[in-house]
T-cell receptor
Framework: GESVGLHLPTLSVQEGDNSIINCAYS??????FIWYKQESGKGPQFIID?????DKRQGQRVTVLLNKTVKHLSLQIAATQPGDSAVYFC???????????FGTGTRLLVSP | ETGVTQSPTHLIKTRGQQVTLRCSSQ?????VSWYQQALGQGPQFIFQ???????GRGNFPPRFSGLQFPNYSSELNVNALELDDSALYLC?????????????FGPGTRLTVL
């Protein structure tokens, strides 16, 4: 559903490692997916998006993979830096549809 | 920064009061969506405004209402505040005619209801 628990999954990595954050989305009709980064006390910040006609998209240090068969999305961050520490959310929607549905966030902690 | 601004930054109200939150959309965007984010949770869709009309609504009661103005800025009004309304309220702007539908978020307004 759309509600998530109070205790966010946490991924702890060392600076320089590659990070992989996973997300299971709920609606097989969704055709547009976005990853957001949210730092404490701030609004979600757009990182990267992908449409359902693609299975991979790369940005600067980030890659999003989409597996529609199992309704799974992942965000890969290369050479993770302390500034990447934040909560990461995936969001799904359908083209022309109004609302974003957010998944369970994952807290990324990067140690120097 | 996204260019989406919200005011005020923080607000404290008591149960039963009414509150108005404001959002200015990014230049060139014509659509504003509002979300409620409770502590430790993901944002939940309240409603969206396009061309000054409500264009979709989530599972929120009628005491949550909104407006969009000709300059595309928007207000969120909440009447008869309840303790559970305490949350971060986020607005996001987008361009309806843009096929990407990407929504860009403002910094949010932190509402505390006592």
């Amino acid at each position: 559903g759309e509600s998530v628990g109070l205790h966010l999954p946490t991924l702890s990595v060392q600076e320089g490692d590659n990070s992989i954050i996973n997300c299971a989305y709920s609606n097989s009709a969704s055709d547009y997916f976005i990853w957001y980064k949210q730092e404490s006390g701030k609004g979600p910040q757009f990182i990267i998006d992908i449409r359902s006609n693609m299975d991979k998209r790369q940005g600067q240090r980030v890659t999003v993979l989409l597996n529609k068969t199992v309704k799974h999305l992942s965000l890969q961050i290369a050479a993770t830096q302390p500034g990447d520490s934040a909560v990461y959310f995936c969001a799904e929607t359908s083209t022309g549809f109004q609302k974003l549905v957010f998944g369970t966030g994952t807290r990324l902690l990067v140690s120097p | 920064e996204t260019g989406v601004t919200q005011s005020p930054t923080h607000l404290i109200k008591t149960r039963g009061q009414q509150v108005t939150l404001r959002c200015s959309s990014q230049s060139g965007h014509n659509t504003v969506s509002w979300y409620q984010q409770a502590l430790g949770q993901g944002p939940q869709f309240i409603f969206q405004y396009y061309r000054e009309e409500e264009n979709g609504r989530g599972n929120f009661p009628p005491r949550f209402s909104g407006l969009q103005f000709p300059n595309y800025s928007s207000e969120l009004n909440v009447n008869a505040l309840e303790l559970d309304d305490s949350a971060l309220y986020l607005c996001a702007s987008s361009l309806m005619e843009d096929s990407t539908d990407t929504q860009y978020f403002g910094p949010g307004t932190r509402l505390t209801v006592l």
